[in-house]
């Protein structure tokens, strides 16, 4: 949609010349100008190994899905917990299904009544699966061995002046380039507060 907005073509040739699967992507300006639900492109969307949307329907097939806890409408508020969310699960291993254009919360599984639509939405993700792109290549952290905290929290701490930035195969003289990338952020903050 922003592509076509800014009147670009969204192919990515370098990815299809290395192999990788072209962009999944559709153009929703048409529906978003008119409203009309009928001209959409799409009427699945494979949200992961274990869940896919098609029209109303939400399935989600997995022993134990985390984390499946309803919270209100502004969440976290002065009421919650951290069980409310993180402490709960669901048992979908032979499939839960929602409705989730009348019931966006998911509270009313459906799996039972709705056994057909169940098995359909089933095999339409395993067949959905084939042609999912995992990409598991793992990068290499640019921290010094032996520190105490995770990679990324050590390079905000002492590279990137206290921001979350790229902490893998970052090529760094880490003492050198952080006082200089340090001595750049304390001249904005300075000019800033001049300002």
């Known amino acids: 949609t922003l592509p076509f907005l800014a009147g ?7 990815a299809e010349q290395s192999g990788l699967p072209g962009i999944d992507a559709v153009n929703l300006w048409p529906y978003l100008r008119s409203g009309n639900t009928t001209m959409l492109a799409r009427n699945e969307i494979p949200l992961s190994h274990d869940a896919l949307i098609v029209g109303n329907y939400k399935l989600l097939w997995s ?6 806890g309803w919270s209100g409408p502004s969440y ?3 009421s919650s917990t951290t069980a ?6 669901l048992k979908c291993g032979f499939g839960c299904l929602f409705d989730i254009a009348h019931d966006p919360g998911e509270h009313q ?26 990409n598991d290549d793992r990068g290499i952290d640019s921290c010094p061995a032996g520190i105490d905290m995770p990679c990324a929290c050590w ?5 990137y002046g206290g921001f979350f930035g ?3 195969e970052v090529h760094v003289e880490h003492s050198s380039q952080k006082d200089e990338a340090l001595a750049v952020l304390e001249a904005v903050e300075i000019e800033s507060s001049m300002t």
């Open 155 to 159: 390079m905000a701490v002492n590279y």
């Open 8 to 14: 670009l073509n969204a192919t990515d040739r370098t």
């Open 166 to 168: 790229p902490y893998q």
């Open 84 to 89: 409310d969310v993180q402490g709960a699960s």
């Open 109 to 134: 599984d459906l799996a039972g009544a709705e056994q057909n639509i169940v098995a359909q939405m089933k095999s339409r993700l395993i067949e959905l699966r084939g042609s999912f792109f995992e």
């Open 76 to 78: 976290p508020n002065a």
């Open 63 to 68: 022993e134990v899905v985390h984390e499946a």
